[in-house]
């Protein structure tokens, strides 16, 4: 299978779940009379990161994989304000995502991947290496903690709700 097959159509169709995730989240705020605000602000634990920086992280590691895979070089991502800015930059990062060459990706599978972080701990990996060790286990950490963050808050959501794509396989 290729890296970009691996990739890149999972994290479109995982990001158009976190958009339907928030907009019932902003619909649950709504109905019960409190700012949906509260909810982009929420966190699980106090070490933790924002609903906001949340969303924010699981498109910024979707194109970090893309720019990385393809030599580009890195776009860092806007905080959003408020969940209409938060649905904005996921359907920015969507239309990243649908603009890019499956052939650039999957010749990006065994260049050598650099990632230093701040507090100076650094990996070197192949593109293959990289999607699958850490493109894709950071993405979904973000996309189920933004997930939980909103579970967390009494928003309604199920299984169903967080992989609605496979609903397109179910038997009639």
């Known amino acids: 299978m290729s890296i970009y097959a691996v990739t890149v159509p999972t994290f479109a169709q995982m990001l158009r779940s976190l958009s339907a995730l928030l907009s019932k989240g902003e619909a649950c705020a709504l109905e019960r ?7 982009l602000e929420a966190r699980l634990a106090p070490d933790m990161h924002t609903l906001a920086r949340q969303v924010q992280h699981t498109c910024t590691q979707a194109l970090d994989a ?4 393809t030599q580009q070089p890195l776009i860092p991502l806007t905080l959003p304000e408020n969940l209409t800015a938060a649905k904005a930059l996921i359907e920015r990062t969507l239309e990243l ?3 890019v060459d499956p052939a650039q990706i999957d010749a990006g599978a065994d260049r050598q991947i650099a990632i230093d972080l701040p507090n100076g701990i650094a990996f070197d990996m192949t593109g293959s290496e990289y999607a699958l060790n850490w ?3 950071q993405f979904y950490f973000h996309l189920i903690t933004a997930y939980n963050i909103l579970r967390h808050n009494g928003v309604p959501l199920g299984k169903a709700d967080y992989v609605q ?4 396989y179910l038997r009639k």
Request: glycine fraction near 4%.
């Open 33 to 39: 009379g409190y700012d949906p605000q509260v909810l």
């Open 66 to 69: 893309v720019q990385r895979l």
């Open 97 to 99: 995502l649908a603009a």
């Open 135 to 137: 493109a894709m286990p």
């Open 165 to 168: 794509h496979m609903f397109a």
